[in-house]
């Protein structure tokens, strides 16, 4: 987890359906309170990315080139992975908590496809919760979407970025 390093720039080689599986299963390892798995993920290829960048392009009411150039950001990668807040129903587990197990499993994600070696990164924006994007995914209205997880094949030649060190001491308190 320590190398992990946020891919901008990726090859169009992507994880087919068959290798996403096992990778998924990994990730929905995360703690889940009742096991609600209140969340889901949806695969972008080919021209879906295309319409997407056409719902983003909407949604921002930009217009001419401005539009453009945020039509053309879903086309960085040759998959998108949408991670979807599924609430469930349940007197236990609220919304922020199911909401929290959604984030974990799009995180979890990001390091078991950056271990088997494909690039990864996070994406999202102000456009991410919008109608036209919303109804682009097919999301039910209870449904709300936490952004893309961008993946394809990594450069061969990866920068070497140093990631600023974190001082665990400055993060961790202990009450008595």
């Known amino acids: 987890m320590r190398r992990r390093r946020s891919q ?17 299963e990994a990730a929905a390892s995360v703690a889940d309170h009742s096991s609600l798995r209140p969340w889901r993920v949806i695969a972008l290829r080919g021209d879906a990315r295309r319409r997407l960048g056409e719902a983003i392009a909407e949604a921002t009411g930009l217009e001419g080139n401005a539009a453009a150039r945020m ?3 879903p086309l960085r990668a040759p998959l998108l992975l949408a991670v979807v807040v599924s609430p469930k129903r349940s007197h236990k587990v609220p919304d922020w908590e199911q909401e929290t197990v959604a984030s974990g499993v799009a995180h979890a994600l990001s390091l078991v496809l950056d271990e088997a070696g494909w690039g990864v990164m996070w994406r999202t924006g102000l456009y ?15 449904e ?12 061969k030649k990866e920068k070497s970025g140093r990631r600023k060190p974190v001082t665990a001491k400055d993060y961790l308190e202990t009450l008595r």
């Open 144 to 155: 709300r979407l936490l952004g893309w997880l961008y993946v394809g094949g990594k450069p």
């Open 71 to 73: 039509a053309e950001k």
């Open 8 to 24: 901008p720039s990726v090859t169009d080689d992507a994880p087919t359906k068959r290798e996403l599986l096992p990778l998924l």
């Open 128 to 142: 991410t919760r919008s109608g036209p994007v919303h109804r682009m995914h097919g999301l039910r209205p209870d």
